[in-house]
């Protein structure tokens, strides 16, 4: 990912400034404030603005005055507290605003989670920009045959050449296609005087959706980690995971204690259901139980097989 001379001076404009607070900071999140952090080949995220840290938590758990107790690990025992029995409401009460820029597919799947607002660039009201996401080769994969929204087998050789080709050829030729309709080139120069261009708004429809938009994301820590227990977890979209996992590594600056207890009870924690746990009291005492007599379905004896690490899974 490349900045424009003019992106980079905004962001050390936005640096530059100061204002006295009397609210909580996080510092090392004042660290990276505004910084763009690097996403797939032209897309981005951005930390713009937010509101509170774990002291915040546990201030509105005991509705008290000032920054709540004084001892970090008796505000840490709290936030593990809340976090294992599921209270939801102290996470709340922390804000955040990221700008991101990403492919609009993505952008599509990411609106999904509608907790947060969200503002997004206007193609009714300006160009977009001449960036197309392409993956790397080591991303083209095929199909999954066991699962209808994943991927499978990496595609190699002159099959991922021709796909990569595709894609790249596809993009441009729509992009100049976009531009003549507009009687516009992106960076603003008329291509014919005497013609009139096409209404943005209906010469965007002919974009391909590798095709990059921004918004600015905003949404409570509650929300944002529901998000990202699904997106940044292995079996989401690689696309979208990467720009989960760059926001899980800022919410580690923010809130640090709540980003322990969040990979400590939600990441790395197991949820089985009520059969399933009846299932592994019979394995703790010693008994086998197979797949035939668990009552449990194929997928779902797989998956507790693998939380268990145990060998015994269905082909």
């Known amino acids: 990912m490349k900045l424009t001379e003019q992106q980079n001076q905004e962001i050390a404009d936005q640096k530059a400034q100061e204002y006295p607070t009397k609210r909580v900071t996080s510092p090392e999140l004042e660290k990276i404030l505004y910084d763009a952090i690097p996403i797939l080949d032209h897309g981005f995220v951005r930390v713009v603005d937010y509101m509170g840290d774990d002291s915040s938590i546990v201030q509105s758990a005991r509705v008290s005055y000032g920054k709540g107790?004084?001892?970090v690990s008796t505000d840490e025992g709290l936030i593990k507290y809340l976090m294992r029995h599921w209270h939801s409401t102290p996470f709340e009460m922390c804000e955040i605003k990221y700008h991101v820029k990403l492919p609009i597919f993505i952008a599509r799947q990411w609106i999904r989670h509608r907790t947060a607002n969200v503002n997004e660039y206007s193609a009714r009201y300006s160009i977009l920009d001449k960036e197309f996401y392409i993956p790397e080769k080591e991303q083209l994969s095929a199909q999954a045959t066991n699962n209808r929204q994943g991927r499978g087998d990496l595609i190699t050789g002159d099959q991922a050449d021709e796909v990569l080709k595709i894609l790249k050829d596809d993009s441009i030729r729509t992009y100049d296609n976009y531009e003549k309709m507009l009687n516009e080139r992106f960076d603003g120069t008329i291509i014919d005087e005497g013609k009139s261009g096409l209404a943005r708004e209906l010469a965007r429809m002919n974009l391909t959706l590798n095709s990059y938009t921004q918004w600015y994301w905003k949404t409570d820590l509650?929300?944002?980690l529901n998000f990202l227990f699904l997106r940044?977890?292995?079996?989401?979209?690689?696309?979208?995971?990467?720009y989960a996992e760059a926001m899980l590594e800022t919410v580690k600056k923010w809130v640090p204690i709540t980003h322990s207890a969040f990979l400590d009870y939600r990441v790395g924690a197991a949820h089985v259901s009520s059969k399933g746990l009846k299932i592994v009291k019979s394995m703790i005492g010693g008994k086998q139980v197979s797949y035939e007599e668990s009552g449990l379905g194929?997928?779902?004896?797989?998956?507790?097989?693998?939380?268990?690490?145990?060998?015994?899974?269905?082909?």
Not at 304 to 312: A, I, R, V, Y
Request: aromatic fraction near 6%; proline fraction near 0%; charged fraction near 40%.
């Open 232 to 242: 940044a977890d292995s079996h989401a979209q690689y696309e979208i995971r990467v």
């Open 222 to 224: 509650l929300n944002l």
């Open 69 to 71: 107790t004084k001892k």
């Open 298 to 315: 194929k997928r779902e004896w797989n998956e507790l097989m693998e939380t268990l690490e145990l060998k015994d899974k269905l082909i």
